[in-house]
C-alpha cells in the first residue's frame, strides 16, 4: 500500500519506519527541512534503539522515502497519516493547529478517494473537526479515521510491531476494511483490531494514558506513606502486583513521571471534561500529586543539608524522562537541576543519550559530563532521576571513591538500600526504608 505520513517526529518516524518494514511504500513528510535533509543522509533526529538500522534498510530498498513535499505525498498515496504534534495550549487543552493544518494541506492536494488517518492524540471530537474542515475544501471523497497510537519510547519498534491492540474509530465499512488489511501482519500472534466509533476511539487514548499516569501517582502517594510509617514499597508492589486484579505494570515509585504524553493528555483530558461541565477528581489528583513528586528529591536534598545548598556541588545520572530516550520532554531532571541551581549549587550531569537535548531545555547553567564516572569526581552526593540500565552496572565502590561524601539520592529505587549501606553510604530512596 502507498501511504503518506504527515509529520516525521517520534510517531511519525516509527510508525512509517515499520509500515515500510511490512511491505508498503511509505513517504514521510515534514516541514522542517533539516530534518528530512538529514534523515535523506541517514542522521536519524532522535534516539530510538533499532530505529536507524530499520530506516537504513528500508530506505535502500526503496520502500522508505522522506520529502517536505505534503502535496506530492498525499497525490502518491491512497492513505494518509497525520502524525504532527498536538501540544498544550495555555489553558493546557490540545493545541489542534498543527493537525488541521495538515488536513487542509491534504484536502487541497487529494485527486481522488483517500483514507485520512489521524494517529496524533486528539481530543474527543477531532475527527469530525477533520472531516468538516477537508470537506471545506475538496469535492474528492475520502474518509477519516481515527488510529491512536500507544507506543512507548524507549520500545516503540516493538510495541508498534507488536501491538497489544490496534484501534481503528471510524463510520465508514471501506475505510475501516483497508486499515485492517493495513495492520493485518501486525497482529498475526491473534492480537486483536478493535473496530469502534471515532469518539471512543479517541477517548481509548487519553483514557489509556491517564490510567498509567494514575497507577504512577497512586504508588507515589503509597510510597510517601510507607516511607512515614516504616514500610517499603518495594515490598508492597510486589504483595500487591501479585495480585491478578492489579498486576505488576506501572508500579513503580520514582520521581515522578515527565514525556511529551502523560502530562499533556492528562491535562488536555480535564480540559475536555471542563468543557462538558464535568470535573474530574481523580485525574486532577494525579496531576496533582505528579507535580510534587517531581520537586520530591529536590526536599530529599534540601532536607539533608538543612536547607544549605549553597557552594555544594552534585552530581546527576540520567536526564531524559525515562531510559532508553533521548527526550527531555518535561522530564523531572528539569525541576531538580533548576531547583538545585537557582538554590546556589551546581551540578555535573550526565546521560547516556540525553546530554545535547539537555542542554536544550536546562542550558549552561550546570554542566554535562562525557559519562557517569566523571560525572561523580568531587560531587557531594549523587543523584539519580533516569533509571538507565548502566547506571546498575556501576561498581558501587567506584561511586564511592570518587564521591567527596558517600551520599546517594536514588530517585528510582534502582538500588537495594540495605546492600548500599552496607557499602557505607547514605542513601535515600523513594518510599524505601
Ligand atoms: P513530534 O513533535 O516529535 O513531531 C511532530 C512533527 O510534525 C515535527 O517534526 C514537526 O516538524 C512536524 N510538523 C508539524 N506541522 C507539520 C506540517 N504541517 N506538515 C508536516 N510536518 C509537520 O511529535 P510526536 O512525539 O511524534 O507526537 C505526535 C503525536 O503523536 C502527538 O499528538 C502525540 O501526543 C502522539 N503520540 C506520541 C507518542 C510518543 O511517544 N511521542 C506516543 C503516542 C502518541
Redesign the pocket.
Same mark, same amino acid.
Given at each position: 500500500m502507498r501511504i503518506a505520513i504527515?509529520?516525521?517526529?517520534? +510517531? =511519525?518516524?516509527?510508525v512509517g519506519t515499520c509500515f515500510a518494514e511490512n511491505g508498503n511504500r511509505i513517504t514521510c *513528510?515534514?516541514?522542517?527541512e533539516d530534518?528530512i535533509k538529514g534523515l535523506k543522509n541517514g542522521v536519524i533526529?532522535?534516539y530510538e534503539p533499532g530505529l536507524k538500522e530499520l530506516i537504513a534498510r528500508n530506505m535502500e530498498e526503496g520502500r522508505l522515502s522522506f520529502t517536505?513535499d505534503?502535496a506530492e505525498a498525499v497525490k502518491n498515496s491512497k492513505v494518509c497519516f497525520i502524525? +504532527? =504534534?498536538?501540544?498544550p495550549g495555555d489553558d493546557g487543552s490540545?493545541d489542534l493547529t498543527?493537525?488541521l493544518? *495538515?488536513a487542509r494541506?491534504i484536502a487541497k492536494s487529494m485527486d481522488g478517494y483517500r483514507v485520512i488517518v489521524t494517529?496524533?492524540?486528539?481530543p474527543v471530537g477531532t475527527n469530525h473537526l477533520v472531516r468538516d474542515t477537508v470537506a471545506e475544501l475538496t469535492d474528492h471523497p475520502f474518509d477519516i479515521v481515527s488510529n491512536?497510537?500507544?507506543?512507548?519510547?524507549g520500545a516503540?519498534i516493538d510495541d508498534f510491531m507488536k501491538p497489544d491492540r490496534v484501534v481503528i474509530g471510524s463510520d465508514s465499512e471501506k475505510a475501516s476494511a483497508i486499515m485492517q488489511e493495513l495492520y493485518a501482519p501486525f497482529v498475526r500472534t491473534g492480537k486483536p483490531i478493535l473496530c469502534m466509533d471515532p469518539l471512543s476511539a479517541e477517548m481509548t487514548?487519553y483514557a489509556a494514558?491517564s490510567m498509567l499516569a494514575t497507577r504512577i501517582s497512586f504508588m507515589n502517594e503509597i510510597a510517601s506513606l510507607c516511607e512515614a510509617v516504616g514500610a517499603d514499597v518495594n515490598e508492597v508492589r510486589k504483595g500487591i502486583g501479585t495480585d491478578a486484579r492489579i498486576g505488576f505494570p506501572f508500579l513503580f515509585a520514582g520521581a515522578g513521571y515527565g514525556?511529551?504524553?502523560f502530562p499533556?493528555?492528562v491535562r488536555a483530558l480535564m480540559m475536555t471534561a471542563k468543557q462538558h461541565g464535568l470535573s474530574m477528581d481523580i485525574i486532577e489528583a494525579v496531576e496533582n500529586v505528579n507535580a510534587a513528586q517531581k520537586r520530591l528529591m529536590f526536599e530529599k536534598v534540601e532536607k539533608h543539608y538543612d536547607g544549605d545548598l549553597a557552594g555544594k556541588h552534585f552530581a546527576l545520572w540520567g536526564l531524559a524522562f525515562k531510559p532508553k530516550?533521548d527526550?527531555m520532554?518535561e522530564a523531572p531532571s528539569i525541576v531538580i537541576a533548576n531547583e538545585l541551581v537557582e538554590r546556589g549549587a551546581t551540578v555535573t550531569a550526565f546521560d547516556p543519550e540525553a546530554n545535547a537535548e539537555a542542554r536544550r531545555h536546562i542550558g549552561d547553567k550546570i554542566s554535562y559530563a562525557k559519562d557517569a564516572l566523571t560525572a561523580l569526581e568531587g560531587a557531594d552526593a549523587l543523584i539519580l532521576i533516569t533509571e538507565w540500565n548502566e547506571f546498575r552496572h556501576v561498581d558501587p565502590a567506584e561511586i564511592k571513591s570518587r564521591l567527596k561524601e558517600p551520599i546517594i539520592f536514588d530517585g528510582r529505587n534502582i538500588w537495594n538500600s540495605a546492600n548500599m549501606r552496607e557499602h557505607g553510604f547514605v542513601y535515600y530512596g523513594i518510599g524505601t526504608r
Open positions: 504527515i509529520g516525521t517526529g517520534y +510517531v =511519525g518516524l516509527v *513528510v515534514d516541514l522542517d530534518k533526529p532522535i517536505t505534503t502524525a +504532527v =504534534g498536538t501540544p490540545a498543527y493537525v493544518n *495538515v494541506e494517529k496524533s492524540t486528539v491512536p497510537e500507544f507506543l512507548k519510547e516503540a487514548k494514558n514525556g511529551s504524553c499533556k493528555d530516550t527526550d520532554r
